[in-house]
Nanobody
Framework: QVQLVESGGGLVQAGGSRRLSCAAS????????MGWYRQAPGKQRELVAL???????NYADSVKGRFTISRDNAKNTVYLQMSSLSPEDTAVYYC??????????????WGQGIQVTVSS
């Protein structure tokens, strides 16, 4: 099984920037994709950004131009650079990853979630 650990959350002022990190560990053979989801109070969980092992990216319309997802394949780590933050970005952010274990089995794992609060 794969464990995902998020870091970098906290309180940030509107208009500011913040970078989230998510490190995957375990008996990993390969990671096909890693991404970030978020869930704000009163809203459904939504996909924020996704990046494949080849570097292809996908973003939610609400964050395009403001957020950048990147990865370090050697470290099995994905990052989410957030800029021009607004209170609407306040949410619990969850890391997600799927791929193959060394056993040959597939995996899909979620992080515990990390709070990002944007104050006005």
């Amino acid at each position: 099984q794969v464990q995902l650990v998020e870091s970098g959350g906290g309180l940030v002022q509107a208009g500011g920037s913040r970078r989230l990190s998510c490190a995957a560990s375990g008996s990993i053979f390969s990671i096909n994709a890693m991404g970030w989801y978020r869930q704000a109070p009163g809203k459904q969980r939504e996909l924020v950004a996704l990046i494949s092992s080849s570097g292809s990216t996908n973003y939610a319309d609400s964050v395009k131009g403001r957020f950048t997802i990147s990865r370090d394949n050697a470290k099995n780590t994905v990052y989410l650079q957030m800029s021009s933050l607004s209170p609407e970005d306040t949410a619990v952010y969850y890391c997600n990853a799927f791929g193959l274990l060394r056993s040959g089995a597939s995996f899909r794992s979620w992080g515990q979630g990390i709070q990002v609060t944007v104050s006005s």
